[in-house]
């Protein structure tokens, strides 16, 4: 009674209007805070590929840790004067995916490589990305993780649908397909898979659901893509990739095959370095300089070889070729031409990149809410052995004739033997 007499006395004696204002202010306070909460999820789509949700993964990640860390809001990714980060383990890092998957190396390769720094990955990525860093471990237990997230880092569920791949970067291996995906990944338009799902190679039994489910929910007008380099010396990934889209567009980022191979033996060596020596394993008789053509390293450069299954399938006009080199020395240029290709708006340009001195290559600007300028991660540009000049010499002569056809096939000169002559 009292309580009410006094609330009574308090309202007929403050002006009906303060109170009004006052319950107003209150209901405003409210709505911020809810809206607030539900950031994350409201952000995307609206912004570039950048903005979402982002976790560090790398190859220490195991299924607990990833769980465990992944709704920590501290960061803990490490930067160095090079602005390249340094990362250990499952991290937040506000707005960024500090590493993605690369699972381009065989058996060794599934260990996890620190790739773009600063990378955005959309929440399927980083599924994509915990499920992948224990290795063995099944689909179904990423879909759990999905749930989990949907439930606790989301208000509202992933907006789009998920759609299998319009457009794949199919290879080469070691040609700098890395590098331009996470360009692509710029374009507003473009949604990709940050790890490579080896679906048309290695998991093909998994499904097209499997397949599709791995991929970031997109809206109308914006292009799936993941790329898996392996895919373009697998016998059976033509025919595969037919059969799921025979309008799928294709991407192909080739490499002097001679400096492909040394950076495939690079990649390897840093990972068993008892391996014998690049020149032991290039030839079967070095003596009468007979080059060992089934050496892994060595195939993979035979690209007329290679594209040949393709053209069994695929009109040239839905392959794309990408000069790893010029990739390096104008990534603009290369940039236009495959957003071209893709039908897309030319977003992504000379002026998202920028050289990095210490990296040695260019590297994607900070976005402007961001801090990180964004370079690839130590597996990218490694410094390769020094090999045998004549040895060298050799196997520009033992490509030579398979790159005039492939010249021939593709109507365009990549001018690797210009290399040679230097
Ligand atoms: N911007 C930028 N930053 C770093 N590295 C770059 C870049 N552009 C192209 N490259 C070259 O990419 C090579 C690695 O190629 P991939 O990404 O196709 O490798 S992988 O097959 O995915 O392992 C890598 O090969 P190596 O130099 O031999 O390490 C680079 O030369």
């Known amino acids: 009674m009292a309580f009410w007499s006094s609330t009574s006395a308090f309202t007929s004696k403050v002006p009906r209007k303060i109170l009004f204002m006052f319950t107003l202010s209150l209901s405003v306070t409210y709505l911020f805070y809810s809206l607030m909460s539900c950031y994350n999820s409201l952000q995307f789509p609206l912004q ?115 759609k299998l791949p319009q457009a794949i970067i199919i290879g080469v291996k070691k040609g700098g397909t890395r590098a331009l995906l996470e360009a692509l990944r710029v374009h507003p338009d473009v949604r990709a898979v940050g790890v490579e799902p080896h679906f048309f190679d290695r998991n093909y039994e998994k499904g097209l659901d499997w397949y599709r489910d791995l991929m970031p929910s997109t809206l109308e007008g914006q292009i799936t893509m993941e790329k898996t380099p392996s895919y373009f010396v697998t016998n059976s990934a033509p025919k595969r990739i037919h059969s799921m889209a025979k309008d799928t567009k294709l991407i192909i980022v080739v490499r002097n095959p001679v400096t492909r191979a040394i950076s495939d033996y690079t990649q390897t060596l840093s990972k068993r370095p008892e391996i014998p020596t690049f ?111 004549d040895v060298i010499h050799r196997l520009h002569k033992f490509y030579k004739p398979f790159n005039m056809m492939f010249y021939q096939m593709t109507g365009q000169n990549f001018q690797w033997e210009q290399e040679e002559m230097q």
Not at 57 to 80: G, M, N, P, W
Not at 312 to 318: G, I, K, M, R, V
Request: aromatic share 8%; hydrophobic share 30%.
């Open 48 to 162: 570039e590929n950048h903005v979402y949700q982002a976790r560090v993964v790398t190859e220490e990640t195991t299924s607990v840790a990833f769980r465990e860390k992944l709704y920590s809001t501290t960061t803990h990714a490490y930067i160095d004067e090079d602005l390249i980060y340094k990362t250990s383990t499952v991290q937040t890092v506000t707005g960024y995916v500090v590493s993605t998957v690369d699972h381009s190396e065989d058996a060794e390769s599934k260990r996890r490589e620190t790739e773009w720094v600063g990378t955005p990955l959309a929440h399927t990525e980083m599924i994509a990305g915990g499920l992948n860093a224990v290795s063995g471990r099944e689909h179904q237990e990423s879909s759990t993780i999905d749930d989990d997230l949907s439930r606790r880092v989301n208000c509202t569920p992933d907006y789009g649908v998920k």
């Open 279 to 389: 020149e032991v394993l290039a030839f079967k008789n070095r003596t009468l300089g007979l080059i060992d053509a089934s050496w892994s390293a060595l195939r993979i450069g035979i690209y007329a070889l290679h594209l040949e299954s393709w053209m069994q399938y695929f009109p040239l006009s839905q392959i794309h070729f990408v000069s790893g080199e010029r990739l390096i020395v104008d990534p603009g240029g290369e940039l236009a031409r495959v957003q071209d290709f893709l039908g897309l708006k030319r977003i992504v340009t000379d002026k998202h990149f920028y050289f990095n001195k210490t990296k040695g290559f260019p590297c994607l600007k900070k976005p402007e809410d961001s801090s990180a300028p964004r370079c690839l991660g130590k597996s990218k540009g490694r410094t390769h052995p020094k090999i045998d000049s």
